[in-house]
């Protein structure tokens, strides 16, 4: 059939020499090249999978405005209102009458060293990092929107201001960010640039206040999207996940805004059975928590999956700024940029937690949505374990890329970026 996947025999040897001798993937039964055919996404799987859907307002519902018409949005009550209010949230649909700054400049900041420029005496118990991307194949022309860091702060010279600026006090930052919109790449790329660099130039260092230095990080950069991007951020934004890891007392920190992830990798070498196992670090932020759901409904904002042509709902839970489910649609409820979510009750604050690393824990897969939206957290952990076992940590990243299509079939239907971090 044309569903039918090419010949998966002796996989793990096909990919183990492939990426050895930086050649495609062949099938090792019949030794032909593991191409997948490019085909267009699939409508259904569009509606499924986008993270952000762009407005396409009707002429029935530009007269309602223009009129100045009752909205079909949620209902707020005085009551909603006033609670609202005091818990800092809008308390009406602003997204008509937002209005952008012209694009500026950014501010000049001190960017960090890049991981392959540290030395050794610098990566502090990590023996190693791997970096992978693969953009949308059902696209013509696609440009990648994720984009990764992995680095740390510049040394603080002797004398310096220990007031602010960079303090090299040993953090390591590891991060993944995944654009969404039209300018989503720009977006992205902005993420990948200055939120390090913000958490290196908190006051005292990032380690001397984790969690605020990643909130005050995640908001600077906010601040920065907006300033950069102007008009464009309205329907263009990130999610993100950044790790600041002290090496010395082996604590991860783990910020996050949206539904990239980050996972836990953990070994127990028992005797008998010795197994993997997979520790969520983050959770995916979705606007039909609970909590997200009551915060975006009290700023004006509906939560609702899109209507399909056949008026069942389509997908995952949405923002909308109406019952009319026309925009922005947005598929997380915390993101940076996305300028019309955000009156909408979408803020960028990240969750943060922390973790103590242990003997067993190995290694962590931060990720976009990508690979996760294809495998689950205990087969992605699968999948890299048995290649780092072969201390083959660049083979793991193709691994889990060639098992994405697989499950896909036979393409990627997302663009897909993984940082694998692998502690010594």
Not at 15 to 29: K, V
Not at 40 to 53: G, I
Not at 142 to 149: E, H, K, L, R, Y
């Amino acid at each position: 059939s044309s569903n039918k996947r090419p010949c998966l025999e002796g996989r793990a040897e096909s990919l183990q020499l492939a990426a050895s001798e930086d050649r495609p993937f062949r099938c090792a039964a019949h030794g032909r090249p593991l191409t997948w055919a490019k085909m267009p996404m699939d409508e259904n799987v569009f509606k499924e999978r986008a993270s952000v859907m762009f407005g396409r307002p009707s002429s029935r519902s530009i007269m309602k405005k223009t009129q100045g018409g009752a909205s079909s949005g949620s209902f707020c009550s005085c009551f909603d209102g006033f609670v609202a209010s005091m818990m800092g949230f809008p308390t009406t649909n602003n997204i008509e009458v937002t209005s952008y700054a012209e694009p500026k400049p950014l501010a000049p900041i001190t960017k960090c060293v890049q991981w392959g420029d540290l030395g050794s005496e610098r990566r502090g118990g990590v023996k190693h990092v791997e970096v992978g991307t693969g953009a949308k194949e059902c696209s013509a022309g696609w440009v990648n929107q994720d984009a990764t860091a992995a680095c740390a702060a510049q040394q603080k010279k002797a004398g310096g201001d220990a007031a602010g600026g960079p303090t090299g006090d040993g953090a390591l930052f590891f991060c993944v960010f995944d654009g969404h919109g039209k300018s989503g790449h720009d977006v992205a790329s902005i993420c990948a640039e200055r939120l390090p660099a913000h958490l290196a130039a908190h006051p005292g260092g990032p380690l001397s206040n984790p969690k605020k230095a990643l909130e005050d990080a995640f908001k600077k950069t906010d601040d920065d999207i907006y300033r950069f991007m102007g008009p464009r951020v309205e329907y263009s934004g990130s999610t993100g996940v950044a790790v600041v890891m002290d090496p010395v007392k082996r604590i991860l920190y783990v910020g996050n805004v949206g539904d990239s992830r980050c996972v836990l990798g953990q070994y127990s070498p028992d005797a008998k059975c010795p197994t993997w196992s997979a520790v969520a670090l983050t959770e995916d932020l979705k606007p039909d928590i609970p909590q997200e759901q009551e915060r975006i409904e009290l700023s004006g904002g509906t939560v609702m999956a899109l209507e399909g042509e056949d008026g069942r709902d389509v997908g995952p839970a949405r923002v909308w700024e109406s019952a009319a489910r026309e925009k922005p649609g947005l598929a997380v409820s915390r993101s940076l940029g996305d300028g019309a979510s955000r009156c909408l009750g979408v803020i960028a604050d990240p969750v943060v937690t922390q973790h103590q690393l242990q003997a067993t824990d190995r290694f962590i897969l931060i990720a976009t949505d990508g690979l996760w939206d294809s495998l689950g957290n205990d087969q992605a952990v699968r999948v890299t374990a048995q290649y780092l076992d072969r201390n083959l940590p660049h083979v793991a990243i193709k691994a889990l890329m060639e098992t994405v299509r697989r499950e896909e079939g036979g393409q990627l239907v997302d663009d897909t970026t993984m940082v694998l971090v692998q502690f010594g």
